[in-house]
């Protein structure tokens, strides 16, 4: 397994879709069976006990056309272990991933728009939002990036 980004107590790691625990994180294994081998699968380790995890759509090569990212990457999943919630362990794992891992100024999110407030809250605003289909799809930039283009 290959360290891709850690922080002082979180490291972030390339997975196998294999190597998520079915028990501890539902949500992500309600979509295994749509997850091939373009997405990227990353887990987020505190020590070496998985907390969360997330499936990531990269804008580039890698999915081979088979994904439209619209130009950004596409978090399809992102969980946190549900005995870790509301500790805070979410909002730092979320950083790692945009901030090191994809480090992109635009992100899109595969999920229900509830979420939309923790985005917000790490310094997105929602941009766009499509509700077709079976999930929605929401895209975020960050604040910086439009605050600077006025």
């Known amino acids: ?11 972030v790691v390339l997975i196998r879709v294999n190597d998520v625990s079915d028990m501890l994180f539902p949500f ?6 749509s997850i091939d081998v ?5 887990g987020f380790f505190l020590e ?7 499936a990531v759509i990269p804008d580039d090569d890698l999915n081979n056309g088979i994904f ?13 272990r549900e ?10 794992c979320a950083e790692l991933l945009l901030e090191k891992v994809l480090e992109d100024d635009t992100v899109i ?3 229900n728009p509830f979420v939309a407030g923790f985005w917000e809250k790490l310094g997105f605003v929602l941009k766009f939002i499509d509700q077709s289909l079976y999930m929605h799809r929401m895209m975020f930039e960050k604040k910086e990036k439009k605050e600077t283009e006025k």
């Open 109 to 111: 999110l595969s999920c």
């Open 83 to 92: 005995d870790k919630r509301g500790l805070g362990y979410g909002k730092k």
């Open 38 to 42: 373009s997405i990227q699968i990353y």
């Open 68 to 80: 439209y990212t619209y130009g950004s990457p596409i978090i399809y999943v992102f969980e946190v």
């Open 1 to 11: 397994m290959e360290i891709v980004a850690k922080s002082e107590e979180i490291k």
């Open 28 to 33: 992500f294994t309600s979509y295994k069976f």
């Open 48 to 54: 070496e006990e998985m907390i969360a995890v997330s």
